[in-house]
Structure formats: C-alpha cells, structure tokens
C-alpha cells in the first residue's frame, strides 16, 4: 500500500532536492520526471556558454536556483543578480560568491529599467506559465538596449502549458502553472512579447535564443 503524499509548499520541496534529496516533476511529461539536480548543482561547464557568451554587462539571472550560472558570469567579470522564490536556492548561490535576493520576478526588483541582459536559463521561460506575459515583464527590468538570453527546448518542442506538481521525500508540493518551450515557437512567443529573435542556437543539444527589444 502506497503512502499518502504529504502536501507542502513549492520552495519546501525544491529545498529538498537542492540539499540532495531525490525529487521529481509530474505533469509535464507523461510520466513523473526527476529533476536533474546534479545539472543543477555542479559548477557552470562548456554546454553552458551556449548561454554564458551571450550575456552582455550587467545580467539579471531569474530563476538562478543553486547558482551555477550566476558564480560564473562573476568569474567573468559580470555584475550579476540572482532571483529566486527560494530561500535555499538564494543561500547556495551566495555561498558560490554572487549576489541574489528571494524575490518573484513579478515583484519590485533593484535595478529596473538598467539590466543590460536577462537571462531565462535551464527551461525558466516556463515561469509562471505565461511566457509571453513573463516576456513582457522582462521587458520592464531592461535597459532600452537591452536583451534577454532565453533557453529553450529542441524545435518540434512547441509550447505546452500544464499544472505541475514537485514530488520529494513523500511529499507533494502544491500545483504550480509551468510552461515548456520550443525553438520552433519562440518567434511568434517574442513578437506577441514585443520583441524580436535577433539569434537561435544550438549546442551540443541545447538551444539558446537571444530576443531584443523592436
């Protein structure tokens, strides 16, 4: 006989899995997924200057959980804040030596209107389940000049819009609204943001779109 999951709140559950603990994903595939925490949590490697490159002066990293990206664009030399509704998440990207605050991308964030690069890595596009709205907020935290770094999935991805729950030491998070992204769509997502694909890459199989403003 199965236990009964436990309910818990979304940033409960990703506390667990990024101190280690097993954790999947259901809802946005078929069949319950595990977060692949050890991408994660590792330090920044080649795969992700696909996104790293394209980043340009001061960056906001949303969604920046552990912190690998955001500890490597300080390497760089960037100015870097990381975002995250996770406490843990924000504790570990300070304990790698960048900036980061627990903030919702939708809240009051420092530096509106100034960043010159936004960066939507590891599927964060999917924030909120409304990427054109997500976009459009984006939008507002940029530098006129400036652009958003988005990582999406493999053409043929499409757009798809669920209900997702974390599943993690026998406990449920509560639903939460994610979206997944394809190459193949984030064109006509960026036009209805107010924006323009101005570059769409790939390597080593993952895609990276650079969007700016019209």
Aim: proline share 6%; hydrophobic share 40%; glycine share 10%.
């Amino acid at each position: 006989m199965t236990a009964e999951l436990r309910l818990d709140s979304f940033s409960t559950v990703f506390s667990r899995a990024l101190r280690g603990h097993p954790c999947s994903v259901v809802g946005i595939a078929d069949l319950p997924q595990p977060l692949p925490m050890d991408s994660w949590t590792r330090e920044a490697d080649e795969s992700d200057h696909l996104l790293l490159d394209e980043c340009v002066g001061a960056t906001v990293d949303i969604g920046c959980g552990p912190g690998r990206l955001s500890a490597r664009l300080v390497e760089l030399g960037h100015p870097v804040l990381g975002i995250d509704v996770v406490h843990e998440a924000v504790r570990q990207t300070r304990d790698r030596g960048a900036s980061a605050i627990v903030r919702d991308v939708y809240d009051t964030l420092p530096g509106e209107g100034r960043w010159e690069t936004a960066l939507l890595a590891d599927g964060n596009i999917g924030i909120s389940g409304d990427p054109v709205g997500l976009l459009r907020r984006v939008r507002e935290l940029l530098h006129p000049r400036g652009r958003v770094v988005v990582e999406v999935g493999a053409p043929g991805t499409g757009l798809h819009t669920v209900w997702a729950t974390l599943e993690c030491d026998q406990t449920r998070s509560r639903p939460f609204r994610w979206s997944t992204v394809g190459a193949d769509v984030i064109h006509e997502i960026a036009d209805k943001a107010g924006m323009t694909v101005s570059d769409l890459r790939e390597r080593s199989g993952r895609w990276c779109a650079v969007l700016a403003g019209p």
